[in-house]
């Protein structure tokens, strides 16, 4: 199956599982209290992973949500049983807030929204020019020994992987004979954008999402890859979601060699489910894993060279040049 034709058929399916329900207007706190409960206890990817007893939420919070006396603290209600799930991804969404948060998670279209290693022998440190080329929201330079450095901040901003992709080029114009992608830091961002950014490096489905209401639901690189070249990837304690899955992925693959420290852990997928009334509730639905290999979720991407944040680079930088 040839990556478009994939792409069709996975926007296909995320398209179909993102629909309307609910009850509209002010009434009927009731029923549209349930529908939001509904979701999570039917879609939530692992409800025994919870500190909160979600049947006990239901509770707690069903009289408060039935007897609200406007929409305002209808949705408050809601705000705060969400809040209880503590997974940093799963939230419910009024209305006011839906653009807020797509900008946050990702405008997508109801897609979902990565070995313990040796500690590195000393490496000389290598030094970033004081600026950085920039590429949107990408920054890039090239170093010594015909090293590419590409940073990206964040998988959210529009550009991103277009960013990736124009520096990796320029990059390979200018000498580049290997690639170094530092994603330290890295909050996440939007799933479509991890994998456009690892289509630059790869092909091929990288990942699958792990629930436990459906089959697991694969993933592939999207595009034509720009390099084939080594590539070492740098990650640290802050790298969390869409960041742990690109470099994950990359490493699960044998694309690249991860050299940091072991990233957060926190990789469930979230998918929009959108209510009649305007309000969304964002669901963490599975946890990401790569094809044929464990969850990253609890676990993290254990890098392949660990080291400090500040001999990172210098710990990449030698173990590209001694690749063979």
């Given at each position: ?36 409960w ?6 939530y ?5 919870l ?54 998670y990702?405008?997508?279209?109801c897609?979902?929204?990565?070995a ?7 490496a ?13 929201p ?13 940073r990206?901040?964040?998988?959210v ?31 996440g961002?939007?799933?479509?954008t ?9 092909q ?15 993933y ?13 990837i740098?990650?640290?304690?802050d ?9 994950g ?54 890098p392949?060279?660990?080291t ?12 590209l040049?001694?690749?063979?």
């Open positions: 199956m040839n990556v478009p034709r994939a792409l069709t058929i996975l926007l296909a399916l995320a398209i179909g599982i993102a629909f309307a329900i609910g009850t509209a207007g002010a009434s009927g706190y009731a029923e549209r209290f349930d529908t939001a509904r979701l999570v206890d039917e879609r990817w692992d409800l025994s992973s500190d909160v007893d979600w049947d006990e939420a239901r509770e707690r919070y069903g009289p408060q949500a039935s007897s609200a006396p406007d929409d305002a603290a209808f949705y408050a209600v809601l705000e705060a049983m969400y809040a209880e799930i503590g997974d940093d991804h799963s939230v419910f969404v009024p209305p006011e807030r839906v653009a807020e948060i797509r900008a946050a990702g405008d997508l279209p897609l979902g929204v990565f313990q290693g040796a500690p590195a022998a000393a000389p440190p290598v030094a970033l020019p004081e600026q950085l080329e920039e590429r949107g990408v920054a890039f330079a090239l170093l010594e020994h015909g090293i590419g450095y590409v990206i901040d964040d998988l901003r529009g550009g991103t992987a277009e960013g990736v992709r124009g520096a990796v080029t320029q990059l390979t114009r200018d000498g580049a004979v290997a690639f170094v992608l530092d994603l330290r830091g890295n909050p961002g939007r799933l479509v991890m994998m456009q950014v690892a289509g630059v490096f790869t091929g489905f990288l990942w699958r999402t792990v629930t436990t209401w459906s089959f697991p639901i694969p592939p690189a999207i595009g034509i890859p720009a390099t084939d070249a080594p590539l070492a740098l990650v640290d304690g790298v969390h979601s869409a960041g742990e899955g690109l470099a992925a990359l490493q699960h693959r044998g694309r690249a060699v991860v050299v940091g420290s072991t990233t957060a852990g926190n990789v469930e997928a979230v998918m929009p489910f959108c209510l009649r009334d305007g309000s969304q509730a964002w669901i963490a639905t599975g946890v990401l894993a790569p094809i044929g290999g464990p969850t990253w979720a609890g676990q993290g991407v254990v392949n060279v660990a400090s944040d500040e001999d990172a680079l210098g710990a990449a930088v030698k173990a040049r001694t690749s063979p």
